[in-house]
């Protein structure tokens, strides 16, 4: 049975129109190959599908139930072809994507989170938070599309792009002698003797590796007296009057009682944050979607 989508519209146009003429006028074709076609289905359907004579065309009982079918049949068509263009246009389909904790309160990745999701509402996007080390492995077998992540050693079979620079900050408690420095004049060498709450070894993420790599570079090897895992509660310890830290800006739009943020001196005091892919995986074209938009 060879049933093609044009005999079906045929034969639509004539149950339709109960009349051959008119059938062969609005598809735009003569009226004999018209009549051949018709022909051709219902020796392919193997059943009478129009009743007809010199002057009326009617719908047989099988050709009522055909019709049905064949309305269905071509909504069918048509929504796959549409699902099929819009998956195109990345505006149908899921990603997964691995953020580390400071990512939400970075402005770009928000407002193209937004953007994306006002955009493209039936994207389902997964939201993994892992920090940049443990995004790694996930990104190599496909468990995560995309990374945001802090600058880290990567495997050559990861694709980084810059999204941005930011500042580190000094993070003191509210009333520390500290919190009364002159704008833009904390250096390291203020927190050297400080009690410093930081991130566990063995937590993993890049930025324990990072500012103490700055931090040594000062010469400054910092008192650590409390470890903890999260960001969030190196803020919330700090608070406490436990200790003094160094974070990413970002974290700045976290508003805790009793914290305050302090611009650093040093001008390398900054960090990057990277989108991060797999170099030979294609991207969804919903993933390359967000990509423009956080690289925009």
Known sequence: MNIELRHLRYFIAVAEELHFGRAAERLRISQPPLSQQIQALEDMVGARLLARNNRNVSLTQAGEMFLKEAYQVLD???RAAEKAARLDRGELGE????????????????????????????VHIKM???NTKQQIEPLL????????MRNTRLPEALHYQLLLREPLVAVVPEGHPLAETPGGALRFQHLAQEPFVFFSREVG????DEILLLLGKAGITPYITQEVGEAMTIIGLVSAGLGVSILPASFARVRVDGVRYLPL?????????????????????AAQALMALMLK
């Open 76 to 78: 069918q068509v048509g």
């Open 95 to 122: 990603m997964t994507i691995g953020f580390t904790s400071s990512a939400p309160f970075i402005g770009v990745v928000a407002r193209s989170l937004r953007a994306f999701r006002q955009h493209s509402p039936q």
């Open 128 to 130: 993994r938070e892992i």
């Open 141 to 148: 077998n496909g468990e995560l599309d995309l990374g945001v």
């Open 205 to 208: 993420t890049a930025l324990y």
């Open 265 to 285: 001196a040093e001008p390398d005091a900054t960090t990057e944050v990277w989108l991060v892919h797999h170099r030979r995986r294609p991207l969804t074209a």
